[in-house]
């Protein structure tokens, strides 16, 4: 699965009606609505905004309405646009001015998915892997400091927090994949004498 760090849109007009096709990064279902009620402030003049979103480090939770279009024309079409490009934790939204001809609910679901297409093709194209991250704490002594904070990059780990006091109490993040050969790191540099403890727990690059 991949994430996005910004927003990205894509307008298309068919017959009249203006589709402004949104995706937004989320970190949750929770984001989700909230955020969807801004776009609804936001437009407020629109005649509808349809949304589908998808959430979890698998895709797993995901939702989507057709906001008063015809049940099944734009929600559900724009929902199976984000599965199939890969994305998670995101929202797309498509918001719709009338333009006075009526599409039909074939042209509905043609229009919105094309919109949800254009937008998700912006998205993917500055896409990232979404990486598991592995919370992690370690006091070490200050002799050993310097040559660990040295070598985080190339666990690709880094700091959030650091006490200095007889000794340096840190924590941090580092890809779950490499968690383990972290912890052994330190170990080894500092001859037994610090361990790094590792939360039972992994989140993803977007939620930390």
Known sequence: MKVVQQNCEAEIEV????????????KGQEEARATLRVQKERYADATHVVHAFISGNSGEVHGCSDDGEPSG???RPVLEVLKGSGLTNVLCTVTRWFGGTLLGTGGLVKAYT???KAVSQ?????????VELQKFSVILP????ERFTRELDEYGARITASEFTEAVSLNGMVPAIRAKALSDRVVDISSGRAQCRLSGDARSAIDS
Request: proline letters at 3%; hydrophobic letters at 50%; a negative charge.
């Open 15 to 26: 017959r009249g009606s203006r589709f402004l096709a949104q995706i937004i990064p989320i």
């Open 73 to 75: 024309t734009a929600g």
């Open 114 to 116: 094309e919109a949800a």
């Open 122 to 130: 912006l998205a993917i194209s500055e896409a990232e892997e979404l």
């Open 142 to 145: 200050y002799d050993v400091y």
